[in-house]
């Protein structure tokens, strides 16, 4: 009977654990800001800023996210004001030295990493410090966009063995998106040398883009079109206790990038294939790949500790309780519930940027001075029409000379990433 006991008790707190891991991993992402994404992925970007907006000024775990999602929101709800302030908040802390000090460290190290200030992937920090180049770029802020878009180019990490940390290498980043807007900053801010060199690695780590930075090097060019097209990765746990995370869909799952086509007065001025491809990134493609993720075992650890714990103490209790021994057995599931604890807390943190696009397209165009309407469409999605005054070019385009060049920003949902995070039960909502 107290084997029995012992044996039931021990199963109870195992249960626990799991349960306890599979709850925690659910509901890491506050009320608000789910309701902020649900507007946000309705296309109701300004409905979406009013309801994260409270949350940007609490300085807690989630402020760099609440930022970053605030951010996403009003840049496409068109309040540049707004979405500077937000996207250079998130910008200083990703770029502190200081961000989880030792006791937010000590305490993702035996509770929860979720009380880990989120500074993101390197992916999403990337991604961050692109957006605020691109809010500068828009306002015509040369010099702010040019150190905005070099610190998206941090250098990374590399494992040769993903237990060992000290096996990491630095390699030198590969986001072409970066140096694309480094490049053309360097451009209109007069140092055609260092915008060669910069739209010159963007090529060398995107070959595909040689076109697109042909186009953007020409001297007539006075428009550039931004378009966010369809839906970035989705993270979520994975392992018996949650204590591990992944990104997906893949690339492969969610289909190949469409190509972007490019409206001027409801004509087509791009096609597919032509002058293209305009895509610089695809993020589902670098959330897989290791360099764009951080590295921590810590996670896993505790686990494989939580579970030695358990099945130990569930075997010492199940002896004691056998040979009448009340002190191995009660000793037994207390190092079940210890293990049980342990595991129950290694469960991951799978907070993400839900915001981001799959797709960053960057077209170039040499657009008539005057008023006009500028569309884009990709992936079934089209946007509607913005009103532009396209102002002309003085000196000829020349390095050096005034270049007011109209930049505009669009956000195409898309209907495949989204449909395909419903449905797949992994990576669903």
Not at 66 to 75: A, H, V
Not at 218 to 242: C, E, H, M
């Amino acid at each position: 009977m107290r084997e029995m006991l012992a044996r039931t008790t021990a199963a109870g707190l195992m249960l626990a654990a799991l349960g306890a891991a599979a709850l925690g991993g659910c509901n890491q992402t506050p009320a608000r800001a789910r309701e902020a994404i649900l507007f946000y992925h309705e296309g109701n970007y300004a409905q979406a800023a009013a309801v994260i907006q409270p949350t940007t000024t609490k300085k807690d775990e989630n402020y760099v996210l609440d930022n970053c999602r605030y951010g996403s929101c009003t840049l496409a709800a068109g309040q540049l004001a707004n979405a500077e302030n937000a996207f250079m908040a998130a910008y200083q802390v990703m770029n502190s030295t200081h961000v989880n000090d030792s006791g937010r460290t000590l305490g993702a190290t035996v509770v929860f990493e979720g009380v880990k200030v989120w500074t993101g992937e390197p992916f999403e920090r990337a991604m961050a410090h692109y957006y605020l180049g691109l809010v500068f770029l828009i306002q015509h802020d040369y010099e702010n966009a040019r150190a905005a878009f070099q610190n998206s180019l941090f250098d990374l990490n590399a494992y040769a063995d993903k237990d060992n940390l000290a096996s990491v290498q630095k390699k030198q980043s590969d986001f072409a998106l970066g140096y694309f807007g480094l490049g053309f900053c360097y451009l209109r801010l007069n140092r055609p040398d260092l915008a060669q060199q910069n739209f010159d690695l963007a090529v060398k780590v995107n070959p595909a883009m040689a076109n697109v930075v042909a186009q953007a090097r020409q001297p007539g060019v006075n428009t550039l079109i931004f378009v966010d097209s369809g839906w970035g990765p989705v993270r979520a746990a994975k392992g018996w206790y949650n204590e591990e995370s992944a990104f997906g869909p893949t690339p492969a799952e969610a289909g190949p990038v469409p190509p972007v086509i490019t409206y001027i007065d409801g004509r087509p001025v791009t096609s597919p294939g032509q002058g293209g491809p305009y895509a610089m990134v695809d993020t589902l493609a670098m959330a897989q790949e290791q360099r764009w993720q951080d590295i921590d075992t810590i996670r896993k650890t505790k686990a494989v500790i939580g579970t030695g714990l358990m099945a130990g103490g569930a075997g010492v209790a199940a002896y004691g309780a056998d040979k009448h021994n009340k002190a191995a057995m009660w000793g037994g599931l207390g190092a079940v519930a210890a293990g049980a604890l342990l595991a129950a807390s290694s469960q991951a943190d799978v907070r993400y940027w839900e915001m981001l696009p799959r797709t960053v397209y960057v077209v170039p165009l040499v657009v008539p001075p005057g008023a006009h309407d500028l569309a884009v469409y990709a992936g079934g999605d089209r946007s509607a029409p913005v009103h532009v005054t396209v102002a002309p070019v003085t000196g000829g385009g020349a390095p050096g000379t005034p270049h007011p060049d109209t930049v505009v920003y669009f956000r195409l949902l898309g209907g495949n990433g989204w449909t395909l995070r419903q449905t797949n039960p992994r990576f669903g909502r």
